[in-house]
């Protein structure tokens, strides 16, 4: 394998680990609002975002990398739960509350973690290569 070829893998890669990382803040943020509700009647709560990845050509290594293309909001529904002394409940007594699953996230977070470490094996693996490489050209 060339030095460029192994070089292009480390910066595919690494475009992966800035994806992910990007993600792994994004469902942070979700679980840390999961629980959020508007301060009054009417108000709308948080929405759950998501990352949206886009495969894209780069031409200065001849690859295709990943990077996050944007992040949207959740047009999902909102829970409603009931809290009749909440000062957002309707006249019914329910509060909108995020449309946020802790247990989606968690499964995301699993998900985002595992590819975040194979890209980091992946950085690893060129970095032995190339070590290799350096060590039977001496």
């Known amino acids: 394998m060339a030095e460029s070829q192994l070089k292009a893998a480390q910066k ?6 800035k994806a992910q990382g990007t993600r792994m803040k994004v469902i942070a943020e979700n679980l840390a609002n999961a ?5 009054k009647p009417g108000g709308t709560p948080y ?10 050509l780069n031409r200065e290594i001849g690859a295709r990398t990943v990077e996050v293309s944007n992040v949207s909001r959740s047009q999902a529904d909102f829970r409603m739960k009931y809290m009749p002394n909440h ?5 019914k007594g329910y509060v909108k509350m995020p449309n946020v699953n802790p247990l989606i996230e968690l499964n995301d977070m699993r998900e985002s973690q595992r590819s975040y470490e194979a890209n980091m094996q992946m950085i690893n693996t060129v970095k032995s290569i190339m070590k290799q490489a350096s060590e039977m050209l001496k």
Do not use: K
């Open 12 to 17: 595919v890669a690494v475009s992966g680990l």
């Open 35 to 39: 629980d959020s509700a508007p301060e």
């Open 47 to 56: 929405r759950r975002q998501v990352v949206n990845f886009a495969n894209t």
């Open 87 to 91: 000062p957002a409940a309707n006249e």
